[in-house]
């Protein structure tokens, strides 16, 4: 579409939910719901420390990224079967289908779940089973990205890797997650480079809380070929450039960055700058259960807070499109259902 037609901007807010988008950016166990949660606990027989869903969600105050993962590591405890994976997984994909997700590449952590005694087996079969079944039902096209414990060694993410062999066809790529700041993209160059010659994906979080290096890190290190967050680009304008030039996608999570503190108010957030800048960022929602919203609601959050039209909603949505690891047929195919949702609504 060369032209977008003109959308009121009463008409925004239905429109956001309404578009297709693909979200790139979510960790599976960041779902899993207080309610589930508990629900969990009492089929495993797992004591919680809360006494209540209540008291957990009141629990859900972060000062920054570590304090959210402590309470996030705890509760992915709960996780013990492959039919705990599959209705976590399963949970997910009905609400990313209610909001017209017709693409997810959804993050799993399996060291969280290795190290508690749980099998990889179980853990990628619990997931993939609930995966296929939400192409099948929902129609979602979707698929896993196994991510990588930083604050671990990197000998730990070899194991990971080699434990996860048996299930290649299960995941299309590997990423970068849990604490940043001192565990630079640089511990893991090898294991990238193994996973790379194995011809999968390659993402990795940085720029988050960490400094700009380790966006350039990423990319000349460990070749990824996606930035999660990012956000921390803008400190320093020659990799903006580059990030511009190359349209290395940035998977955004505005409702995390302010529950973590990385911006102080959603009105602070740079999405804006980033997108006037020419980057390729997307919206996502991160942890959804604990950062107060899904995909939609971070569409909303934004638009309500920033200086944002229906010209950036179309970039937004065309940007997942093309940031996704989807075949080119698929990328069309949503790129043709966006234009006819634009036209709904002029
Ligand atoms: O936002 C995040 N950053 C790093 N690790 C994570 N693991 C879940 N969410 C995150
Ligand atoms: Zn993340």
């Not at 993050?107 to 997931?127: C, N, S, Y």
């Not at 940007?319 to 690891?325: D, K, T």
Request: charged residues 25%; aromatic residues 8%; contains cysteine.
């Amino acid at each position: 579409m060369t032209t977008l037609p003109r959308i009121d901007r009463d008409r925004l807010p239905a429109l956001l939910e309404a578009m297709p988008k693909a979200e790139l950016h979510i960790h599976i166990e960041g779902s899993l719901e207080p309610e589930l949660m508990f629900r969990l606990a009492e089929r495993n027989g797992v004591a919680l420390p809360y006494p209540s869903v209540e008291a957990l969600r009141a629990a859900y105050a972060f000062k920054d990224l570590q304090s959210f993962l402590d309470i996030y590591y705890a509760g992915a405890s709960v996780l013990r079967t492959e039919q705990d994976f599959h209705d976590m997984a399963w949970a997910y994909l009905v609400k990313a289908a209610q909001e017209h997700v017709v693409r997810a590449e959804i993050f799993f952590d399996p060291q969280t779940h290795t190290a508690r005694g749980v099998e990889m087996g179980t853990v990628v079969a619990g997931l993939s089973g609930a995966l296929e079944r939400a192409r099948r039902e929902l129609g979602v096209s979707c698929d896993l990205i196994l991510c990588f414990l930083r604050h671990l060694s990197e000998e730990d993410a070899f194991q990971t890797l080699e434990q996860a062999l048996p299930y290649r066809d299960r995941f299309i790529g590997v990423g970068l997650d849990s604490s940043e700041r001192g565990h630079p993209p640089e511990k893991f160059a090898r294991v990238f480079a193994r996973c790379r010659e194995l011809g999968l994906h390659l993402v990795a979080h940085a720029g988050e809380e960490g400094p700009p290096e380790y966006i350039r890190s990423a990319l000349d290190v460990l070749h990824v070929e996606r930035i999660d967050h990012g956000v921390r680009c803008v400190e320093d304008p020659a990799l903006v450039r580059r990030l511009a030039e190359q349209r290395v996608p940035l998977t955004v999570c505005p409702l995390s960055n302010v529950k973590l503190c990385v911006f102080s108010r959603m009105e602070d957030h740079n999405l804006g700058q980033l997108l006037a800048r020419g980057l390729v960022a997307t919206v996502n929602s991160d942890d959804p259960a604990y950062f107060g919203g899904y995909l939609n609601q971070n569409f909303q959050a934004c638009f309500e807070a920033l200086p944002l039209d229906a010209t950036h909603a179309w970039q937004l949505a065309s940007h997942s499109f093309e940031a996704s690891f989807a075949d080119a047929a698929d990328k069309r195919r949503w790129h043709e259902r966006l234009a006819e949702t634009f036209e709904q609504f002029a």
